[in-house]
């Protein structure tokens, strides 16, 4: 089966953000970088679920910024935190839900040795910016694909950098798989 008959397609994404988190570990993101086509299997992913989620961006309502978030599932939210990351998300949930969930850390393919550690570098590396934000993800430019033999152990924890989240930030939304050998390098 060629890559492109296992791509996600939009009916995929339409479901909840915790659900979705973590049906996408294991799978793989591709891009073309530079001329050379990269993969790499998604092993980290966090959920945000909605405007009643304090550590979403949608609960603070509609707005240019978070637009995208309230569309159809399936698309890139990408944006841009502390003056130097962009950070990318797909858009989950049903339109007008506003859920979705941040790409937190990957593993490299085909001898591509790019460090994915972390949302801000898996950006990077994908070349990833604030131009691709509402890409659609089942098109040929950046897309995800199923690989149907791997099967992802999944351990949840607490998600990163939500301190302010109230009741929000000790739900446990971040989702890693456990054994993928670059698990051991992600912050528990």
Same mark, same amino acid.
């Given at each position: ?9 939009? %009916?995929? @994404?339409? &479901?909840?953000?915790? *659900? #979705?988190? +973590? ?6 993101? +591709? ?7 990269? $993969?790499? $299997?998604?092993? !980290?992913? !966090? ?12 609960? &603070? ?5 978070? %637009?995208?978030?309230?569309? /159809? ?7 841009? =935190?502390?003056? =130097?990351? !962009?950070?990318?998300? =797909? ?15 990957? !593993? ?13 570098? #898996? ?6 910016? $604030? ?14 694909? *199923?690989? /149907? %033999? @791997?099967?992802?152990?999944? +351990? ?12 929000? &930030? *000790? $739900? ?5 798989? +456990?054994?993928? /050998?670059?698990?051991?390098?992600? &912050?528990?």
């Amino acid at each position: 089966m060629s890559l492109f008959a296992r791509k996600l397609q939009q %009916e995929f @994404y339409a &479901k909840p953000a915790e *659900d #979705l988190a +973590v049906a996408l570990l294991g799978k793989i993101l +591709v891009r073309p970088v530079r001329g050379i086509l990269r $993969r790499a $299997r998604i092993v !980290e992913t !966090e959920a945000y679920c909605g405007v009643k989620d304090l550590a979403s961006h949608s609960s &603070k309502g509609r707005t240019a910024r978070t %637009e995208v978030m309230f569309g /159809p599932a399936g698309r890139a939210y990408v944006y841009f =935190i502390y003056g =130097i990351h !962009e950070m990318f998300n =797909i858009v989950g949930g049903t339109v007008g839900d506003a859920q979705a969930v941040l790409m937190r850390g990957a !593993e490299g393919l085909d001898g591509w040795e790019a460090d994915l550690t972390g949302p801000g570098k #898996l950006a990077k590396a994908f070349g990833i910016t $604030r131009k691709d934000n509402g890409m659609d993800l089942s098109g040929d430019d950046l897309f995800i694909v *199923d690989d /149907p %033999e @791997y099967r992802p152990r999944i +351990v949840r924890t607490k998600r990163i950098g939500v301190d302010y989240a109230k009741r929000w &930030k *000790d $739900r446990l939304l971040r989702f890693l798989d +456990v054994s993928n /050998p670059i698990a051991a390098r992600l &912050k528990r």
